[in-house]
């Protein structure tokens, strides 16, 4: 089981199996879940947008831009139970 020290300033380095495992890299961010039993939950907080190809389909009619942005919170939520936060 990887390990890390917690610095003077509180900060972290993760091992890099676990970032390997997430697949984030510098710069990403990432959400800590602490959950009720007192385990801390580590999630990656990056969408890699290719996730997201074909959530919408297509109606046959043009949208705005804020019926596309709609149908992409809509699609977000829908995949990852959740909107991004970025």
Known sequence: MP?????SKGQVTIPK????TLGI???DRV??????DG???LRPET???RELYG???GSGRRMTIEEMSEGVVEAVVESFGR????
Not at 3 to 7: E, G, I, L, R, Y
Not at 17 to 20: G, L, M, P, T
Not at 31 to 36: G, H, P, Q, T
Not at 83 to 86: D, E, L, Q, V
């Open 3 to 7: 390990t890390a020290t917690v610095t």
């Open 17 to 20: 199996a676990v970032r390997d």
């Open 25 to 27: 890299g510098a710069g």
């Open 31 to 36: 959400a800590f879940v602490v959950r009720d």
């Open 39 to 41: 385990v801390v939950e």
């Open 47 to 49: 969408i890699d947008l």
């Open 55 to 57: 959530a919408l389909a």
């Open 83 to 86: 909107p991004y936060r970025g």
